[in-house]
């Protein structure tokens, strides 16, 4: 980090309000634990944040592995399986637990956190070590797996047979080991080397400190069994938020994702994951048992959703005719696949009519399995494209998918209306429900590992493909919820209005979108038209110029003074052509510099070096020079062209300063709209610049410039490839004769 003066404060804070929420919500949806589905949404709820963590955590791994970045997502998953798989018991388990069951699960509890705090431990250990190589293949999966199966070992065959005084010294013994792990996680953590840290301080230490809390209840109800351990939930819930974002956040920002759009993008998810299911659960704590039946409501939610995916669909489709692109080819897929899974449910709603019967979720399950293959080849189809153009939409294998849809359609249809119906139970079945939230679960990890691909590769999440793929997310969300709650119930609910907002919004965002997609070819066309005039008429002024002087060389009797202005002549038109060339090449590099290719530059080095540049060209002149910080200190994300910047506004300093060619640079911290910029003022003591002339002081031609007037074009160019800002002011404000200074803002690296 730039920066940890604040962190101790910034823990605090988030510490107070994540506790003061946690406790809210233990009081508030106190009533809620009488049914089954509280403690299976509140698993499944932390199994999604869990998952988040994970699918971020592999990325890391993915980008830089090493040995502690890979325990540290072991414990993730391991994590992951457990309330998963304790979500899926609840779901075919009764109501209440028995006094005895719950003792048994809060030991259970106790020795799942204790294990994860191992993993923790270990991984911090190996971090700060800075231990890398390869590890084994099948290292991390047979630790994971030894983990589960001593959790499984423990829950299933050894606290049974154990008395309540045997598993209240378990449940201490493991719960002191949880505590001294994540602590001493917390102590050497804040030692590590700053590089050697993935994530983020802040976050990290919020979350290992909400996991060290969550100890505590469940520890008081191993001594005096209370209703206390359900607030380890909330806490364990909270510690997996702050570690989605401790990783998520420096994971985006790495690949220079604004600060912006990274808190847009994990804003969106946790909302995504803990607001339907907190509606539910106060639903079932002020209304218990409520089911609201409403056979129109439900036709009109998968009307409004079969139609919004058809139009969703239709602009897909439209914008890939302009913009062909192989990874459009799977989400144009999933929205036909939704729309025909949204018809087949409008037309099988009677189901619902006829007593003791439910919603069938071989729809839903149907749609997750489709989920999981769009997810894959959108991966396959983004980070290596096939050579060829997209033939047809590839109509191949958009139509192999939505036949395996009719196909599992009409298969499930068949046997809701045959005997079969009594042996192989689709709708109310809590295996039906299990297999749905496990495949979205995992169809979740994808998606969260495809929005990060598809956010580096287009460098913001503001793309066709990505927008699409946000509302993928809400297709995934809603089955999980339609996984956990029963039908008619207020979670249930939350399901269908979660799909039809998402799908509304969709539209007038794909369309905005397009809007946005035709400016930029229009700035395109602007920008070849400014090429094409260069080409056109400026090179052909100059080599006229050329022609011209050569043919007086070539006239007999042409005195020695009329040839050296001839030859001075020339040479000065192929200056000034190898000039405009040198610009447009700069431009056009601006305009291709992709997220991908800039790297940490140290800026100070890079300024001290343009002006150098500057220097070695002008022997005979005195220059003066000054920066006010040192080598080491301020980085940026930039390339090469980053010293073009530099040296084209130190030229124009210094040529409109007859007297005094001084340059004087001071860099300083600032922050612009939430995120951390270096400001570099590039001052001079020239003649300045009049006041309405600064308007237009960026555009290519401007009256009263010297030369070709395209200077400062490539420094707007380089400035904004650059994602940063620039300005102009007077030196001495409200004189412009006494210098100019030209202010730059360029975002700071994250890496620093």
């Not at 998810?269 to 299911?277: D, K, R, S």
Request: glycine fraction near 8%.
């Amino acid at each position: 980090m730039a920066f940890e003066e604040n962190v101790t404060k910034e823990i605090a804070i988030r510490m107070i309000l994540g506790l003061a929420v946690a406790f809210f919500l233990y009081e508030a949806t106190s009533t809620a634990w009488d049914s089954s589905t509280t403690y299976v949404s509140i698993h499944a709820l932390i199994a999604f944040l869990a998952i988040a963590s994970a699918a971020w955590a592999f990325l890391v791994n993915y980008r830089d592995t090493t040995v502690g970045h890979w325990i540290f997502f072991t414990g993730l998953f391991v994590r992951v399986v457990i309330h998963s798989g304790t979500a899926v018991e609840h779901a075919f388990g009764g109501d209440t637990p028995l006094r005895l069951e719950a003792q048994i699960r809060v030991t259970t509890d106790i020795f799942g956190v204790a294990l994860f705090s191992i993993f923790i431990l270990a991984s911090v250990l190996s971090t700060r070590a800075g231990l890398r190589g390869i590890i084994p293949r099948m290292t991390m999966p047979t630790i994971g797996i030894t983990g589960l199966a001593a959790f499984g070992i423990l829950y299933f065959f050894i606290l049974p047979s154990v008395n309540e005084f045997g598993r209240q010294v378990l449940g201490l013994v493991f719960g002191v080991i949880a505590i001294a792990a994540f602590l001493s996680s917390c102590i050497l953590w804040i030692s590590t080397k700053e590089k050697n840290r993935m994530y983020s301080t802040p976050y990290m230490l919020s979350s290992l400190f909400a996991f060290t809390l969550s100890i505590l209840p469940l520890i008081m109800a191993q001594i005096s069994f209370s209703s206390i351990w359900r607030l380890s939930f909330w806490l364990q819930a909270l510690g997996f938020a702050f570690m989605a974002l401790a990783i998520g956040e420096p994971l985006y920002r790495r690949v220079n994702i604004s600060k912006k759009s990274t808190n847009t993008i994990l804003t969106w998810t946790l909302t995504l994951a803990i607001g339907p299911f907190i509606v539910a659960l106060f639903a079932e704590g002020f209304a218990p048992g409520i089911l609201i039946i409403d056979f129109g409501a439900y036709l009109l939610s998968h009307g409004a959703a079969a139609m919004l995916s058809a139009m969703m669909a239709i602009l897909l489709y439209v914008y890939f005719k302009r913009n062909p692109a192989w990874n459009l080819v799977p989400l144009l897929t999933l929205f036909l696949s939704w729309t025909v899974i949204e018809i087949y449910i409008m037309s099988s709603y009677s189901n619902l009519l006829i007593g003791g019967r439910g919603e069938s979720v071989v729809p839903y399950i149907l749609g997750g399995i489709v989920s999981l293959l769009v997810i894959f080849q959108s991966v396959v189809w983004t980070t290596n494209p096939p050579s060829e153009e997209p033939p047809n939409l590839q109509v191949m294998w958009i139509g192999t998918r939505l036949s395996f849809v009719v196909l599992g359609l009409l298969t499930s249809m068949y046997i809701e209306n045959s005997i079969l119906a009594a042996v192989v139970s689709l709708v109310g079945s809590p295996i039906g429900r299990s297999v749905l939230l496990v495949i979205n679960l995992a169809a979740l990890a994808g998606f969260l590992i495809l929005l990060h691909i598809m956010t580096r590769e287009y460098g913001d999440w503001k793309s066709i493909q990505g927008i699409a793929l946000l509302f993928l997310g809400l297709w995934i969300m809603p089955n999980i919820l339609k996984g956990v709650f029963l039908d008619w119930t207020v979670g249930w609910w939350a399901a269908e209005v979660l799909l039809i907002i998402g799908l509304a919004l969709g539209p007038p965002l794909l369309g905005s979108l397009y809007v946005d997609s035709m400016s930029r070819a229009q700035d395109s066309q602007r920008r070849a038209t400014l090429y094409s005039d260069l080409l056109a008429h400026d090179i052909t002024n100059m080599h006229q110029a050329i022609l011209v002087a050569l043919s007086i060389l070539e006239m007999e009797g042409t005195d020695d003074v009329t040839r050296n202005l001839a030859i001075i002549d020339a040479r000065t038109s192929l200056e000034r052509a190898a000039l405009i060339v040198e610009n447009v090449r700069q431009i056009g590099l601006a305009d291709q510099t992709g997220k991908e290719e800039l790297a940490d530059t140290d800026l100070v080095a890079l300024v001290i070096d343009a002006f150098n540049q500057i220097k070695a060209e002008f022997p005979d002149e005195e220059l003066d020079f000054s920066v006010n910080s040192r080598e080491g200190h301020c980085f940026v994300q930039a390339n090469n062209l980053l010293m073009d910047l530099f040296y084209n506004l130190f030229k124009n300093a210094l040529a409109y300063s007859e007297n005094e060619k001084r340059v004087e640079v001071t860099i300083n911290y600032t922050k612009l709209d939430g995120e951390d910029f270096w400001r570099i003022r590039v001052a001079d003591h020239g003649r300045g610049i009049e006041e309405e002339r600064k308007a237009h002081l960026f555009q290519r031609f401007m009256k009263g410039a010297e030369g070709l007037g395209l200077g400062l074009s490539v420094v707007l160019a380089l400035v904004k490839s650059f994602g940063g800002h620039i300005e102009v002011e007077d030196r001495v404000s409200g004189d412009h004769t006494k210098g100019t200074v030209f202010i730059v803002d360029l975002p700071i690296s994250p890496n620093h």
